[in-house]
DNA sequence: GTTTATGCAAACTGTTTGCATTGCT
DNA sequence: AGCAATGCAAACAGTTTGCATAAAC
């Protein structure tokens, strides 16, 4: 996904424009800072990236903008095992972005991985028809997480 | 799953006694609950449930015993967008008890369904494969997750 | 009798809220 | 100018911890 379109401005401008939502110092360096992590942040993470470059950005602002985006759709919520919440760019099932999660149990990590999406893709498809239209639910997002242990904590 | 052995003890008691730890008033309890739930329930909602029968059971006991089982493998924690932790017997993912998430992220409500079970286990029987040998990873669990707008939700 | 489990109260952590002020548009 | 967005400090909710006591084994 290109960072800037033909005027040279981020992509979510519009975006947040569109939603009558104010460009503002915050949201620009948060949305920044989204851009180019490489993986999934907590809020604490986000601001201690966010705070060098624009000191005036609080802690609460990052909660607050992080909700607005997790509304707009701009960006996933998720919560792991420890009851913390981790924010990332979304991204369609398709897209580079897309990925799922191993857990320790053990040591807690999470490791990213973007195989079997194509396995993936196909029982995605019918899950979703069949629900939707059982349990009149429109999926908009899904997440799989599988649980274990990791490398270094099943070989101690 | 039958909920006692021929000599009328709860299955979990040889768990418990196998890992050497004691079985206690409190434990039994929450087991028992647990066993009863007909589906996930949060650390308060157990101790409400506990707290009639055996009074003598504090919350922060429902803590530390859930913690317990989790461990043990008999219980699964997971937690949902709002960070708090619910709690269910584990089943393998041919019993009776194995089911997925659907989760409104408006109204926060999470409905459980057991559809798809078959394409779901051919799906994830290639992906734990692989995953465990590219990761060197031990899967023992997985979670699947819908996020989007219930009935109610899409249509106000 | 020894050791594990527990209750209580207090500490902790991540997140949210009220209110006066700032700063987009 | 007008209203949305913010910082700060305080409130909050769920969960965890320290320590003296009680209950399993």
Redesign the interface.
Known sequence: MPRNNRRGSPWWQGQLRGCGLRVTLGRKAILDVLTRAEKHLSAEDIYMRVHPLCPSVGLTTVYRTLEVLVNMGLVN?????????WYELAAGPRKERHHHH?I??KCKRV?D?T??ID??L??LK???K???K??????????????????KC?SS
Do not use: P, W
Request: hydrophobic content about 35%.
């Open positions: 919520k998720m919560v792991f095992g420890d009851g913390r919440a191993l320790c149990t490791i991985y195989d079997f396995e993936e196909e029982f019918k899950a979703e069949g629900l939707s059982k349990y009149h639910f429109d999926i908009t997002n899904h997440e799989i997480q599988f649980n274990g242990l990791c490398e099943r």
